[in-house]
């Protein structure tokens, strides 16, 4: 464990030596497939002072590695115009230590302690490489929103610490809570970065400013964090969950709903996919709390497959911003006559944002849809709704992006290049 730590804090003066980066995204690379290599199917494994990981953790990291390495990958321009290089892999680095050692903290003042500071670097990211001068306005909002969030949750984990005497995670299914604000205080912080409706506020603002790579790691990681956070906090508020979780998971239903019908009238690429990722979040939150073993699994599943499906969307609205210096729907018209190969993956990922059969985001809404409905019938009606809707803007976004006469900027064909196809195929 503290081996990949190591690994990661040795890397960080490879970003102020010349021709450090590609260096460092190959020994990326290496270490996400070490990563892989080194599974051991025990309960917690790879144990050393106070890391470990258990399966949940084990599928998180790899995705956060992954993406890192992807966010390198695609992030050239950074480089091509010489723009703080250095420090943008430095902070890249931190961040992927932040993510590292919040997956696999087995203590909760550890956990609370990486999960804060995962915030730093990515606020670094949003207001040091953004695109527009609202970028300022998009920090601030994601700084308050974690902020308003994390003190509660410091409070509880103090108050367990002051009744328990220890905060393990392994321990931690023995007891069970049944303090209202307690639960409260520890639940909010994770809906905040989920984020559920109505705490959803900053997500679209610091998905449109952020770089490139501000928003592959935002939508794919760091909204993960929150969910992960509630499968492990729920272990230990089961009893009082089971009277509250309705409130949350009516919430989080009817504000997919929402969310997918304000996705269809978007014009910002980057706006609605950041809406339609608050959309499947909000599927996550509800199975999440019917609290059964299909919403917890699912829940997990649906989290991996969104962080890659979104993360590849950013990627090709990034690329088609590249070419075109816009992020609008009006001008991004007929793209399938200025770069025919990137249609392709334009079709795979838009498919997969709308669960289509081949994807891994079908297997995590089926088995939610099992969970929600297990629960109470009624749900049916407002999951029926989301699933229509987030197919009809999934269409949206592909048919007026890929079709239609497109807009007379450029008269030459584009075509993608080699990195793009590799960062893609990723």
Same mark, same amino acid.
């Given at each position: 464990?503290? $081996?990949?730590?190591?690994?990661?804090?040795?890397?960080? /003066?490879?970003?102020?030596?010349?021709?450090?980066?590609?260096?460092?995204?190959?020994?990326?690379?290496?270490?996400?497939?070490?990563?892989?290599?080194?599974?051991?199917?025990?309960?917690?494994?790879?144990?050393?002072?106070?890391?470990?990981?258990?399966?949940?953790?084990?599928?998180?990291?790899?995705?956060?590695?992954?993406?890192?390495?992807?966010?390198?990958?695609?992030?050239?321009?950074?480089? &091509?115009?010489?723009?703080?290089?250095?420090?943008?892999?430095?902070?890249?680095?931190?961040?992927?230590?932040? !993510?590292?050692?919040?997956?696999? $903290?087995?203590?909760?003042?550890?956990?609370?302690?990486?999960?804060?500071?995962?915030?730093?670097?990515?606020?670094?990211?949003?207001?040091?490489?953004? %695109?527009? /001068? #609202?970028?300022?306005? *998009?920090?601030?909002?994601?700084?308050?929103?974690?902020?308003? *969030?994390?003190? /509660?949750?410091?409070?509880?984990?103090?108050?367990? %610490?002051?009744?328990?005497?220890?905060?393990?995670?392994?321990?931690?299914?023995?007891?069970?809570?049944?303090?209202?604000?307690?639960?409260?205080?520890?639940?909010?912080?994770?809906?905040?970065?989920?984020?559920?409706?109505?705490?959803?506020?900053?997500?679209?603002?610091?998905?449109? #400013?952020?770089?490139?790579?501000?928003?592959?790691?935002?939508?794919?990681?760091?909204?993960?964090?929150?969910?992960?956070?509630?499968?492990?906090?729920?272990?230990?508020?089961?009893?009082?969950?089971?009277?509250?979780?309705?409130?949350?998971?009516?919430? $989080?239903?009817?504000?997919?709903?929402?969310?997918?019908?304000?996705?269809?009238?978007?014009?910002?690429?980057? *706006?609605?996919?950041?809406?339609?990722?608050? *959309?499947?979040?909000?599927?996550?939150?509800?199975?999440?709390?019917?609290?059964?073993? @299909?919403?917890?699994?699912?829940?997990?599943?649906?989290?991996?497959?969104?962080?890659?499906?979104?993360?590849?969307?950013?990627?090709?609205?990034?690329?088609?911003?590249? &070419?075109?210096?816009?992020?609008?729907?009006?001008?991004?018209?007929? !793209?399938?006559?200025?770069?025919?190969?990137?249609?392709?993956?334009?079709?795979?990922?838009?498919?997969?944002?709308?669960?289509?059969? /081949?994807?891994?985001?079908?297997?995590?809404?089926?088995?939610?849809?099992?969970?929600?409905?297990?629960?109470? @019938?009624?749900?049916?009606?407002?999951?029926?709704?989301?699933?229509?809707?987030?197919?009809?803007?999934?269409? %949206?976004?592909?048919?007026?992006?890929?079709?239609?006469?497109? %807009?007379?900027?450029?008269?030459?064909?584009?075509?993608?290049?080699?990195?793009?196809?590799?960062?893609?195929?990723?």
């Amino acid at each position: 464990m503290l $081996s990949y730590i190591l690994y990661l804090i040795f890397l960080i /003066p490879l970003c102020f030596t010349g021709g450090g980066w590609y260096l460092i995204q190959n020994l990326l690379f290496f270490a996400s497939l070490l990563f892989l290599v080194n599974i051991d199917f025990f309960y917690w494994s790879n144990l050393s002072y106070i890391f470990g990981y258990d399966y949940l953790s084990f599928g998180l990291v790899l995705l956060s590695f992954w993406i890192c390495v992807l966010m390198i990958l695609a992030s050239y321009s950074v480089i &091509r115009y010489k723009f703080y290089n250095k420090l943008f892999l430095f902070m890249i680095l931190m961040l992927l230590l932040m !993510l590292y050692c919040t997956f696999c $903290s087995l203590n909760m003042i550890s956990f609370y302690f990486f999960f804060e500071g995962s915030l730093i670097p990515t606020l670094f990211l949003i207001f040091g490489w953004g %695109y527009q /001068p #609202e970028r300022l306005q *998009a920090g601030i909002y994601l700084l308050f929103y974690t902020l308003f *969030a994390s003190l /509660p949750l410091l409070l509880g984990i103090m108050y367990m %610490y002051n009744n328990l005497n220890y905060l393990v995670f392994s321990l931690m299914y023995m007891n069970d809570f049944m303090n209202f604000y307690l639960y409260l205080s520890m639940i909010l912080a994770f809906l905040v970065k989920m984020p559920m409706y109505l705490l959803h506020l900053w997500l679209p603002k610091a998905h449109v #400013e952020a770089p490139v790579s501000g928003s592959m790691i935002l939508a794919g990681v760091l909204l993960k964090l929150g969910g992960y956070g509630l499968l492990r906090v729920f272990e230990y508020l089961m009893g009082i969950g089971m009277i509250i979780n309705m409130f949350w998971l009516s919430i $989080s239903l009817v504000g997919g709903f929402l969310v997918s019908l304000m996705c269809l009238r978007q014009v910002d690429m980057k *706006a609605l996919i950041a809406y339609s990722s608050v *959309a499947h979040m909000g599927l996550v939150v509800g199975g999440l709390m019917t609290l059964n073993v @299909w919403g917890f699994y699912m829940t997990f599943v649906l989290m991996i497959a969104h962080g890659l499906c979104s993360s590849g969307l950013f990627c090709l609205a990034n690329i088609s911003y590249e &070419r075109l210096g816009s992020r609008s729907l009006l001008i991004n018209k007929g !793209l399938l006559n200025l770069m025919p190969s990137m249609a392709l993956w334009w079709f795979l990922l838009s498919s997969c944002n709308m669960a289509a059969p /081949p994807s891994l985001n079908l297997l995590g809404e089926i088995g939610l849809l099992n969970s929600m409905v297990g629960w109470m @019938w009624m749900v049916m009606l407002f999951l029926m709704l989301i699933s229509f809707f987030s197919a009809a803007y999934t269409l %949206y976004l592909y048919s007026y992006s890929q079709h239609g006469i497109y %807009y007379s900027g450029m008269y030459s064909s584009v075509s993608g290049y080699c990195r793009e196809y590799l960062l893609l195929m990723l």
